[in-house]
């Protein structure tokens, strides 16, 4: 059950991540309130993650997902550069919530 909250988490801070670049440094009234919302659920599901789950493994696992999920989102919705350097970095962050996951 760990798992899947700290996979929930991970899915908002990509929604929060998502929210504030659409929120143009926070004049957007919509995109502000996910941001604020986005940041509460995935810093909430991560705190409950944490009670069965090592801290530096939960704490990697998230932020490696809002990682990962920002650059593919920014890549698939808004048109960011997708080069070998920058899937070289993703695939090492992946890599290392694999490696993390394993340990």
């Known amino acids: 059950m760990s798992w899947l ?5 991970g899915f908002f801070e990509i929604v929060w991540a998502a929210a504030m670049k659409l929120s143009e440094g926070f004049t957007r009234p919509l995109p502000v ?5 986005g940041m509460a659920l995935s810093v909430g599901l991560l705190a409950l993650a944490m009670r069965d789950l090592p801290l530096g493994t939960a704490y990697a696992v998230w932020t490696g997902i809002g990682a990962a999920g920002a650059f593919l ?8 550069p997708l080069t070998m350097t920058r899937i070289a ?4 962050i992946t890599g290392g919530i694999i490696l993390m996951k394993l340990s």
């Open 5 to 9: 909250l700290l996979l929930a988490a």
């Open 33 to 37: 309130a996910v941001v604020v919302i």
């Open 73 to 80: 989102f920014g890549i698939v919705f808004l048109g960011e």
């Open 89 to 92: 970095a993703v695939s090492m």
